[in-house]
């Protein structure tokens, strides 16, 4: 299977396949292929985003740690 490359390309594909899905535009013998790659896609983006909330989260809290010591 091709590279994921970055989230907003995984997202785009993942919106693509699901709509050539919806409008029965995938032939029976294609489908599995489109599933297994769109569980790849929502895996990749699953993960980038628990990585995105958990550095997000640090900085916020890092951010709360130093105005709290600015306040003394």
């Keep these: 299977m091709e590279?994921?490359?970055n989230y907003e390309t995984a997202?785009?594909?993942l919106k693509t396949i699901v709509s050539k899905i919806e409008n029965d535009s995938?032939?029976?013998d294609e489908l599995t292929k489109k599933v297994e790659?769109?569980?790849e896609l929502?895996?990749?983006c699953k993960?980038?985003?628990t990585k995105t909330e958990t550095e997000v989260n640090s900085a916020l809290?890092?951010?709360v740690d130093?105005?709290?010591g600015s306040d003394d």
């Design 26 to 28: 995938v032939s029976v």
């Design 47 to 49: 993960t980038v985003l």
């Design 42 to 44: 929502i895996k990749y």
């Design 61 to 63: 809290d890092d951010m």
């Design 37 to 39: 790659r769109a569980s």
């Design 66 to 68: 130093l105005n709290e």
């Design 11 to 13: 997202l785009s594909e």
């Design 3 to 5: 590279k994921i490359k």
